[in-house]
């Protein structure tokens, strides 16, 4: 069964710091990898993900498979980055229906 | 643009009692899921369906039930409510090119069991 972890349940930074929210997984088979963020009192909705290579707010993941990684950086943060970011992954190919397993969460926090 | 509808948006629940929690999407997305999110924990999947008439069993799915009479609805029932069920409940769902879509989230539903 495929996991998805994050290490971090808490993250604090300044504004203007860089920020890099980890995400290891572990699956054998070929992973689809999203990054989905919840700000406050709004829906979780998705970020970004692997497969369309944008930077979306600012923010970039890399999936390093030799690492089984997919972290999420973004080199100035903002007040309004702010919320929980889940990792997440998706099992390509087969019967996966787009079944989402997701990491424990990650809250940033940025500080004036 | 409603999206997906999740109601009621908070529940206080007494152990034993049953009750029923709605979601509708008016995407005509054939994918629909339930999770449950509980602190620490990350989303958990409860059940989820490819389609009308079509449910199955997620990661978690003991204590509840879903059905899908139609495209635009996935209730998630409830029958006999117990504290491990005090959770925030997402429903979401994915357009019909299949699962490697992005999932459209809820609002969700704050469910208490006292």
């Known amino acids: 069964a495929q996991r998805v972890t994050q290490p971090e349940k808490l993250l604090s930074v300044f504004k203007g710091a860089p920020v890099e929210l980890k995400c290891n997984y572990s699956?054998?088979?070929?992973?689809?990898l999203f990054w989905y963020v919840q700000y406050s009192r709004q829906r979780l909705q998705l970020l970004l993900r692997h497969i369309s290579r944008e930077s979306i707010k600012g923010f970039t993941a890399d999936l390093n498979k030799g690492e089984t990684s997919f972290h999420l950086k973004k080199p100035f943060a903002q007040e309004e980055d702010s919320a929980m970011y889940y990792c997440?992954?998706?099992?390509?190919?087969?019967?996966?229906?787009?079944?989402?397993?997701f990491g424990q969460g990650t809250i940033l926090t940025v500080h004036p | 643009n409603a999206g997906v509808t999740q109601t009621p948006k908070f529940r206080i629940l007494k152990i034993g009692q049953s009750m029923t929690l709605q979601c509708a999407q008016d995407m005509n997305h054939n994918y629909m899921y339930w999770y449950r999110q509980d602190p620490g924990m990350g989303l958990k999947l409860i059940y989820y369906s490819v389609g009308a008439g079509i449910t199955d069993k997620g990661e978690v799915p003991n204590g509840y039930n879903v059905s899908r009479s139609t495209t635009e609805d996935f209730p998630l029932r409830l029958e006999l409510a117990a504290p491990s069920q005090t959770s925030v409940y997402f429903c979401?769902?994915?357009?019909?090119?299949?699962?490697?879509?992005?999932?459209?989230f809820g609002d969700g539903t704050r469910l208490s069991i006292l």
């Open positions: 699956y054998s088979g070929s992973p689809e």
């Open positions: 979401a769902s994915t357009g019909t090119g299949g699962g490697n879509q992005p999932q459209h």
């Open positions: 997440a992954l998706i099992r390509l190919g087969g019967t996966s229906y787009g079944k989402l397993t």
